[in-house]
């Protein structure tokens, strides 16, 4: 169950009809409320982003399909092209914003302990502490998990939903919210798939399935191959940004 965001509310499909559905209710009230508290500090983060011309990024997926190892080599490879930001979500340890540190990025750790996800608040009060130069790019990378992550609002212009060729390409269809709130998907570690039965094309057809207008970028974070797409796709909407 989740501690934060009232997730374990009844409105999943198979439920017992016998139960009080007041209980129900009053779960179902204090999810509203908190996503409506979420969304209005979600929509003062993203003024905050707009007002600096800052392009912020959240990446999301579940646990270890490389979301700090994309940063790792993202932030090596296009050094000095543009100014970047991290902030880092985990319920515990600095080790992914150890592993952001040493690229020379300023970086900041959020421990959310028994929470499932960032919040907008959260990343509000990371903002306060590092005062992002104007122009610039942050990176908020999520807790690992395809469920909550989905509903909140951090105030990002774009969500970078990843997968990986180890998970099965079924994921798109049995976490559909991610993949629908996302605006751009990367499937990474395409190095193991002479080695996995992933089924490439299968994957692409589910994420089409829940999100027509999903692009769709293929890399290798441990080879380097596809990462050009994604410097580009990255450079574009700087580019945007910029012209806005
Ligand atoms: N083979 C392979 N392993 C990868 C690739 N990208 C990441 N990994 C490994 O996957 C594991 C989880 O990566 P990490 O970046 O920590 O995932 P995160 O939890 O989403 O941040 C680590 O052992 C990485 O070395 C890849 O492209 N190919
Ligand atoms: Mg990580």
Request: proline share 3%; charged share 25%.
């Amino acid at each position: 169950m989740c501690a934060t965001c009232g997730c374990s509310s009844d409105t999943h499909d198979h439920h017992d009809h016998n139960h009080d559905h007041s209980h129900s209710k009053k779960i179902v009230d204090v999810e509203q409320d908190i996503l409506h508290q979420n969304n209005l500090l979600g929509e003062r983060n993203r003024g905050y982003f707009e007002a600096k011309n800052i392009l912020a990024l959240n990446l999301v997926s579940s646990p270890g399909s490389g979301k700090t190892s994309l940063l790792e080599r993202t932030l090596t490879d296009l050094k000095g092209e543009m100014d970047f930001y991290v902030i880092e979500g985990d319920q515990r340890t600095t080790r992914d914003a150890d592993r952001i540190h040493a690229t020379g990025t300023k970086v900041t750790q959020i421990n959310t302990g028994k929470g499932c996800h960032l919040d907008a608040h959260m990343v509000m009060h990371a903002l306060q502490g590092m005062k992002p130069k104007a122009n610039s790019v942050m990176f908020i990378e999520n807790v690992g998990n395809l469920v909550c992550p989905s509903m909140f609002d951090l105030g990002e212009k774009e969500r970078v939903v990843i997968m990986s060729v180890t998970e099965g390409e079924d994921k798109p269809l049995k976490y559909p919210d991610m993949f629908h709130s996302s605006t751009l998907c990367i499937i990474n570690k395409t190095d193991l798939l002479p080695y996995v039965p992933f089924n490439l094309d299968k994957a692409k057809e589910y994420i089409q399935q829940v999100n027509h207008q999903l692009p769709v970028i293929e890399v290798s974070c441990t080879t380097g191959e596809g990462l050009q797409d994604w410097y580009g796709w990255l450079k574009s909407k700087v580019l945007i940004e910029e012209e806005a």
